[in-house]
């Protein structure tokens, strides 16, 4: 349909109108042959079926008579009718009794059964077969051949006058088309060379002629209004360009000493980051050196001067080195927590199934020992995040678990919800709610927000095996870190339920 596209609109609308004058003509030209060809098929079998039914009664009695001579000449009086090519009359019992043929070439087979009631157009004749009856009783029966030829004759001539006409109409219609379109489309050619003056050559002053009142007219005005408009605005931009250029320069000047500032920012922010690390690094260590030696000379002393010291000189010593492995953990803890917050993530596709997996694996040993029944159940997501980080969430997040667990059965669930999951904590309209729960000691409600401090403890520093209480808020720094939040439910004496979101980018 493309080169119908390319077409002008003179041919196309000459095109159209002959088209649908055309198709109009064809159509109803054809139904009038056809309906006429039909009529006509009609009228003829009316007639001979007449005919056919009146030599039949006229040869009624001569059948009964066994009379086949008079017969004979009742069956020539067919040849008035000079379509009518052959007549054959069978007696009651189906046998040949008398026949009319208009010349000796014409053959005497019949193409039906003469025994049934029939009228038939086959070849080029029509074949009729029908009864004779006397007094309402059957005593043979009449078959009539009829030629058709004059009737196609006569539908082929109706054919030529037909197509004749048809050629006709459309000349007529092809001429008128012309005519017409040069009203109509002669603005829309005008129209489309000036969009091509104005397009191809920027040239704004074209303008389209139409004095008509109908839509090309008003499309024409439209067209030289929106010209005038164009150029109006061309010369108020002209105005404001030379004002606007001088601005550009100014800003451009401003901004490339902006920039400048930047990048010296940021290189001495940089540089502060790369110092603040070698810091924390060179504190922790100098802090430790001391702790350190603290730790060794009270291992020295209470092996040196086993002998001399009381119980409670060795308690002494014992809580001298525990206070400096809690130092020393602390100093860790806190430079753990630094290098959290500045260190760039590794987002990449991540199957947490695997994640979880190497957290069991490395918690083996531990579970074990503590006869923890780990529950998982449905197969986790795939997201986009740093897994090394979320190793630590989950390890975290399952040691805490086992930790604070005085129960005889004990179990974690590792688990996560989708939206319209969550109830009211519902946080993550379009991804995932990781949770960890577990049926251990539970948090009062009190304490549920301190837990993510660093160093808060609820309990006494030996008990549940000790810790900085520093976990959980690594675990609430990486979460915020990947985009997410962080939250807790728990009932006292009966479990806590930690759920995290990664809003960096949910992948399946």
């Known amino acids: 349909m493309r080169p119908l596209r390319d077409l002008s609109i003179r041919v196309k ?6 088209a649908v004058v055309s198709i109009v003509l064809l159509l109803s030209t054809v139904a009038g042959l056809i309906e006429q060809h039909r009529s006509a098929k009609v009228a003829m ?5 007449v ?7 006229a040869s009624s009695s001569t059948i009964l008579f066994d009379d086949r001579q008079t017969c004979a000449e ?16 069978f007696d009651g019992e189906g046998n040949r009794f008398a026949s009319y043929k208009a010349d000796q070439s014409v053959s005497d087979e019949l193409p039906l059964n003469h025994e049934q009631d029939q009228v038939l157009f086959k070849g080029e004749f029509l074949h009729v077969s029908q009864p004779i009856e006397l007094q309402e009783i059957p005593v043979g029966r009449i078959y009539l051949r009829a030629s058709i030829k004059d009737l196609y004759k006569n539908t082929r001539h109706k054919i030529f006058l037909a197509t004749l006409s048809l050629l006709i109409c459309l000349f007529i219609a092809i001429l008128l088309g012309s005519l017409l379109q040069r009203e109509i489309a002669r603005p829309i050619l005008e129209l489309a060379a000036a969009t091509k003056k104005v397009s191809g050559e920027g040239d704004f002053s ?3 002629h139409s004095n008509a009142g109908d839509e090309i007219g008003v499309l024409c005005n439209g067209f030289n209004t929106m010209l ?4 109006q605005r061309d010369r108020e931009l002209e105005k404001h360009r030379t004002h606007l250029e001088e601005l550009v320069r100014e800003r451009t000047s401003r901004l490339e000493a902006q920039t400048q500032e930047l990048t010296d920012s940021n290189a001495q922010l940089e540089r502060s980051n790369q110092e603040l690390d070698d810091f924390a690094y060179i504190v922790s260590h100098d802090l430790k050196e001391p702790l350190r030696g603290i730790s060794r000379y009270s291992s020295f002393i209470a092996e040196d001067y086993a002998g001399k010291l009381d119980e409670a000189g060795h308690e002494k010593l014992e809580t001298l080195q525990r206070l400096c492995l809690r130092q020393e953990n602390l100093i860790d803890s806190l430079l753990h927590y630094s290098r959290v917050g500045r260190a760039e993530l590794a987002i990449a596709p991540t199957d947490l199934n695997d994640v979880i997996e190497q957290v069991l694996d490395m918690m083996h040993i531990t579970l074990e020992e503590q006869g923890i029944e780990v529950r998982v159940p449905r197969q986790l997501p795939t997201v986009a995040c740093d897994s090394v980080r979320i190793v630590e969430v989950f390890r975290n997040l399952i040691t805490n678990a086992v930790k604070y667990n005085d129960k005889a059965e004990k179990w974690i669930e590792i688990g996560f919800q989708q939206h319209g999951e969550c109830g009211g904590n519902d946080l993550t309209p379009t991804g995932f709610v990781f949770y960890v729960r577990d049926n251990g000691i539970g948090i009062r409600e009190k304490h549920q927000e301190s837990v993510f401090r660093i160093f808060k403890r609820l309990h006494a520093r030996d008990k549940y095996g000790g810790g900085t209480g520093a976990g959980l808020t690594f675990v609430k720094k990486i979460v915020e870190r990947h985009g997410g939040k962080i939250w ?4 006292y004496g009966e479990g806590t339920t930690f759920y995290f979101t990664l809003e960096k980018g949910i992948v399946a």
């Not at 079998?45 to 079926?49: E, R």
């Not at 005038?228 to 150029?231: A, E, F």
């Open 45 to 49: 079998v009316a007639q001979f079926t």
């Open 51 to 57: 005919l056919a039914v009146t030599l039949g009664e």
């Open 488 to 491: 807790l439910e728990s009932t």
């Open 206 to 208: 074209a303008r389209v």
């Open 228 to 231: 005038d408009q164009i150029q």
């Open 13 to 18: 609308l000459t095109g159209s109108l002959v």
């Open 74 to 89: 009742v069956l020539a009086s067919a040849r008035l009718e000079p379509k009518v090519v052959f007549v054959q009359i």
